[in-house]
Nanobody
């Protein structure tokens, strides 16, 4: 199994910044996709940013230019740096990691437990 542990959420004022982290552990053979999603109350989960081995990065239009996704391969960790936060960014943020594992062998598609981000004055 591949487990994900998220951290970094919290309460921040409009215009502020936060950095989310998501660390993957387990019998990982490869990480081919890392993404951040969010779900606000009463809304569906939506893609925020993603990073793939072949296609690079992709951002939702609403966060383009404000958020940056990055990864540390040595730590199997993906980050989401969020700048110029707005009240509409308030949501539970989830990381998603996909790839291949060793034991049991095969693909995995794991989700983090979610971390609350609240942007409010």
């Amino acid at each position: 199994q591949v487990q994900l542990v998220e951290s970094g959420g919290g309460l921040v004022q409009p215009g502020g910044s936060l950095r989310l982290s998501c660390a993957a552990s387990g019998t990982i053979l490869s990480i081919d996709y890392m993404g951040w999603y969010r779900q606000a109350p009463g809304k569906e989960r939506e893609l925020v940013a993603e990073l793939t081995s072949g296609a690079g990065t992709n951002y939702a239009a609403s966060v383009e230019g404000r958020f940056t996704i990055s990864r540390d391969n040595a730590k199997n960790t993906v980050y989401l740096l969020m700048n110029s936060l707005k009240p509409e960014d308030t949501a539970v943020y989830y990381c998603n990691v996909r790839g291949f594992r060793l034991r049991p062998s095969g693909k995995y598609d794991s989700w983090g437990q979610g971390t609350q981000v609240t942007v409010s004055s």
